[in-house]
C-alpha cells in the first residue's frame, strides 16, 4: 500500500499527490514515469512523475480527472493509500548541455515538463518554457516553470490569457537559435509543435504515454511506429523523436475504448458502480 502524503488541488478536477515511495524515489529521474492501481479492480493508470525527494521519499504526480479511474484517485484524501505503484518505467529524459532548450507543455502535462524544465537548468542551459490549457482558469504551474525559465510564454487555446495556441511559436523559432525542443501535452499538441520545428530542424522531443497495461514491453498495448519501426513507449520511451512519430495512427489507437471509457465514467458518476 502506498500513503498519499500530500493532496493539493491546482485547478478544479486537476490534483497534485505525493505518494510515500521510497525506493521508487531513490532512481526516479525527469522523463520516468509509474503506473498505480486504486485498487484490486482498479484500471491500471500511467502518470508521468513530476518530481521526487529522494531523502524524504516520496514521489508527486499531477493527475487529471478525465476518466472512471482518475476520478476515482481524486476522490482520496491525504492519508489515505492505493494499492499498487509501480515504477519507475521508461527511460529517463537525455538531459545534457545543450545550449538553449524550449519546453513547450499543454493541460496537465506542465507539471512533468517542469520535473525536466528544472533539469535542464540546473545543467546549465538557457530554458525557454512554453505553457498552455484551453482556458486561463486551467493553466498550472505557472510560477514553477517562471523558477526555472530564463523567459516563459503563456498560452491558452481560447485566448483568454498569453497567446492564442502556438502562435508564439514560429517567432520564437524564426528569431532565435534554439538547440532543442521539449514537448509535453495532448498529442495533436505535440503534433503540431513537431511540424513547426521540421523545417527548421531542431532536433524535437515528444513523451508519449499511450494506452498501457503493464508498463514492461510485454502486452504490446502501447506500441507506436517511430521511423517506420514498431517501439513500445513504455520500454523504449517515452521519449521519442517527434519527426519520426506516426502521429495519425497514435491518434486512432487512443481512441479504440473511447466509448467504454465513456460508459464506465457514467455508470460511476451515476452511482459509484463498476462495469
Known amino acids: 500500500m502506498y ?14 499527490f505525493e505518494f510515500s515511495a521510497k525506493e521508487i524515489a531513490a532512481k526516479t529521474k525527469p522523463g520516468q514515469f509509474i503506473i498505480l492501481r486504486v485498487d484490486e479492480k482498479g484500471e491500471r493508470v500511467p502518470l508521468t512523475m513530476t518530481g521526487a525527494d529522494p531523502e524524504k521519499g516520496t514521489i508527486t ?3 487529471h480527472e478525465v476518466g472512471k479511474s482518475t476520478r476515482q484517485l481524486g476522490q482520496l484524501k491525504e ?14 529524459a537525455e538531459i545534457e548541455k545543450f545550449g538553449t532548450v524550449l519546453c513547450i507543455g499543454g493541460g496537465v502535462m506542465v507539471a512533468p515538463l517542469y520535473f525536466q524544465a528544472k533539469a535542464f537548468h540546473e545543467t546549465g542551459n538557457t530554458v525557454i518554457g512554453g505553457i498552455g490549457a484551453r482556458t486561463e482558469n486551467q493553466l498550472i504551474f505557472e510560477n514553477e516553470m517562471r523558477e526555472v525559465c530564463d523567459e516563459l510564454y503563456v ?3 481560447d485566448g483568454t490569457r498569453g497567446y492564442k495556441g502556438l502562435g508564439f511559436l514560429e517567432g520564437l523559432l524564426k528569431e ?3 538547440d532543442r525542443v521539449i514537448t509535453m501535452g495532448p498529442v495533436l499538441m505535440m503534433k503540431k509543435v513537431s511540424e513547426l520545428t521540421r523545417p527548421y530542424g531542431v532536433p524535437t522531443i515528444v513523451n508519449l504515454i499511450p494506452i498501457m497495461v ?12 517511430v521511423g517506420g519501426r ?17 502521429f495519425e495512427e497514435l491518434m486512432i489507437r487512443l481512441k479504440m475504448f473511447t466509448p467504454q471509457e465513456k460508459l464506465a465514467f457514467l455508470f460511476q ?7
Open 269 to 275: 458518476e451515476e452511482g459509484g458502480r463498476s462495469l
Open 155 to 157: 498560452a491558452t487555446d
Open 214 to 225: 503493464d508498463g514492461m514491453g510485454m502486452c504490446g498495448a502501447c506500441r507506436v511506429t
Open 230 to 246: 514498431t517501439m513500445f513507449a513504455c520500454v523504449d520511451g517515452p521519449d521519442f523523436d517527434g519527426h519520426q512519430v506516426d
Open 61 to 63: 504526480v499531477v493527475c
Open 176 to 178: 532565435r537559435k534554439i
Open 3 to 16: 500513503r498519499i502524503v500530500t493532496k493539493r488541488e491546482l485547478v478544479p478536477h486537476i490534483n497534485l
Open 79 to 92: 492519508g489515505d493509500c492505493i494499492l499498487d505503484l509501480l515504477g519507475p518505467l521508461g527511460k529517463p
